[in-house]
């Protein structure tokens, strides 16, 4: 599914308009309990004062039926004009922690238009603000009181939520063990700063910010200084025909997170999985980094929820 600023046409808007009005109402919010057991199972709830959130996100949670022992916990943020509940209706997050027993945060953009604040220093900096401040301290409250796995705290996203995942890697790597990325951005692509939150980054979108692995290795490092832990496994799809966000921003996330890793620029392997369609290839190139590109895909790449576990090592 695309986005508003991402290329979404107009008869797509008033469905997921529809689709927001009949999940709703299935949302209440309650403070953020100190207990999972005081989470509703099997439903989408709203919690709030859960941490620090100088954007006010709005935070959303799923708890399955039945809860695994020192659960994962999966952050799956929504594209421009979506929302926690469009996209708790529209992936499979949720019918997959039923599977697995793992907790899904769904977090909520509070900008107009939805998309995510990726641009400001503030959130591009670990404990800076932003909105990914907020949903660091939702992931940071879950592991403090529901009895995450501190090893397995994963984000995923779409489109502006791929951004979102980008991001959260990058700027809180202390928090966060993989993310998969769907059409999505080199982290610190679309930095803009002074500009308002949710700015659009044309130069970025257009694929004409082109950097060395170095120079975008840096903005990573930057975001986190004296930061010497392990960083997130990266996942990150694209589509050759998306032309919202040009395919481009693939080969620089490329440049970045090889660099990241200290990986060789040229994959281990590049191979079209069993799991794959006709014309995907998966880059592998080393343990911690896949780049699947989708040939004559537009934006967005569909999800591909349950590889997106098997990268996370949830399935």
């Not at 439903?43 to 994962?72: E, R």
């Not at 499979?92 to 990726?118: I, M, Q, Y």
């Not at 044309?202 to 694929?207: T, V």
């Not at 980094?289 to 590889?307: D, M, R, S, W």
Request: aromatic residues 12%.
């Amino acid at each position: 599914m695309v986005s508003f600023k991402y290329a979404l046409g107009a008869i797509a808007l008033p469905l997921l308009q529809l689709i927001w009005a009949g999940t709703a109402a299935s949302a209440a919010a309650i403070s953020a309990p100190t207990s999972l057991a005081a989470i509703p199972a099997s439903t989408l709830t709203q919690i709030t004062n859960f941490g620090t959130n100088p954007n006010n996100v709005l935070m959303f949670v799923y708890k399955p039926a039945k809860v695994a022992a020192k659960p994962a916990l999966i952050v799956a943020s929504h594209f421009c004009t979506g929302t926690a509940q469009i996209y708790f209706e529209g992936s499979k997050f949720a019918s997959l922690a039923e599977t697995h027993g793992f907790v899904v945060l769904f977090p909520s953009s509070p900008h107009p238009g939805t998309c995510w604040d990726v641009s400001s220093t503030a959130t591009l900096t670990h404990n800076g603000g932003g909105d990914s401040l907020g949903i660091a301290s939702a992931a940071r409250f879950a592991l403090a009181n529901w009895g995450v796995d501190p090893a397995r705290v994963f984000a995923a996203g779409t489109s502006s939520g791929a951004m979102m995942t980008s991001v959260l890697a990058g700027a809180y790597p202390d928090v966060f063990r993989a993310g998969a990325v769907d059409s999505g951005v080199a982290f610190g692509c679309f930095a803009l700063p002074g500009q308002p939150d949710d700015s659009w980054n044309e130069q970025c979108a257009l694929g004409e910010l082109v950097l060395t692995g170095q120079q975008w290795a840096q903005r990573v490092f930057n975001a986190f200084p004296g930061f010497s832990g392990a960083r997130p496994k990266m996942q990150v799809w694209h589509g050759t025909a998306d032309t919202t966000l040009f395919p481009q921003n693939f080969f620089e996330e490329i440049k970045q997170w090889t660099t990241v890793f200290g990986y060789p620029s040229t994959p281990l392997s590049n191979v079209s999985e069993s799991f794959l369609p006709a014309g995907y290839s998966n880059a592998t190139f080393g343990p911690n980094f896949q780049a699947i590109l989708a040939q004559g895909v537009g934006h967005t790449v569909p999800l591909f929820e349950q590889q997106y576990l098997q990268f996370f090592g949830l399935a």
